[in-house]
């Protein structure tokens, strides 16, 4: 079964990434990777020191700007 995963920058994005896998892993694991290239590229970027309930805040905005869905 072929999944399809729309990652958007923000929640205005009108060309989101969309990447479809042949496997929920391979969804998950590329998602799973993506989301923390962004986060890390954020907190490097930020021009002050990012704790813990900030980084889960950026985690959870990140994770609800994707859609997988089953084709």
Request: with cysteine; glycine share 0%; proline share 3%.
């Amino acid at each position: 079964m072929n999944y399809k995963v729309t990652y958007a920058i923000d929640s205005l994005d009108t060309k989101p990434v969309i990447k479809t896998f042949e496997s929920e892993y391979e969804a998950e694991e590329w998602l799973h990777d993506e989301v923390q290239r962004r986060i890390d590229f954020c907190v490097q970027h930020n021009p002050f020191l990012v704790d813990q309930r900030e980084l889960d805040l950026m985690i959870e905005q990140e994770y609800s700007l994707v859609r997988i869905e089953k084709l």
